[in-house]
């Protein structure tokens, strides 16, 4: 039997081929938009919505009532646009809106606000000095962004 050589493989020299492997790079930059939602669409939009989920190019957004699902459904062109204008690579072909769960409602429940609090900007530059060995600058991008969402995203938490 050969003998197997056995390489020290940093995950920083795996994460690149794994999201590229299973197509993360267009999700990664999908929801790219999601801490910056205010800056991207505008007070008077974010005010009364948050971006919940993208299913298969299309943003589902929750609306804080039925007065606001209507008008933001006339300006859905132009929140399309927004959204897009930010993108590189995808496109958002299209949103549904839906307001918050009645069985939340129900129970005294809903969810917490989604706050987006900065990382600390030491990890911040620490993490992208260790991933900056990757080369392909699209996939190192990528991978920050995805680091700095999943730091800067929080849902508060309830007393």
């Known amino acids: ?77 132009q929140i399309l646009s927004d959204i897009n204008s930010t993108l590189t690579t995808t496109r958002i072909r299209d949103i549904k809106f839906t307001l918050p769960r009645d069985d939340e409602k129900l129970r ?14 030491e990890a911040l530059r620490k993490f992208e000095e260790q991933v900056g060995i990757i080369k392909d600058d699209a996939i190192r991008e990528a991978l920050v962004r995805l680091w700095y969402l999943s730091k800067a995203c929080r849902r508060e938490k309830k007393d």
């Open 108 to 121: 005294g429940y809903e969810l917490p606000a989604v706050q987006f609090k900065s990382p600390d900007p």
């Open 1 to 77: 039997m050969a003998s197997v050589k056995k390489k020290n493989i940093s995950i920083s020299g795996v994460i690149p081929d794994v999201v590229q492997h299973k197509g993360w790079q267009d999700k990664l930059e999908m929801h790219s938009f999601f801490p910056i939602w205010e800056k991207v669409v505008g007070e008077n939009v974010s005010c009364c919505s948050r971006p919940l989920k993208i299913v298969k190019d299309v943003l589902w957004l929750e609306v804080e009532n039925s007065t606001w699902m209507q008008q933001l459904q006339y300006d859905k062109l």
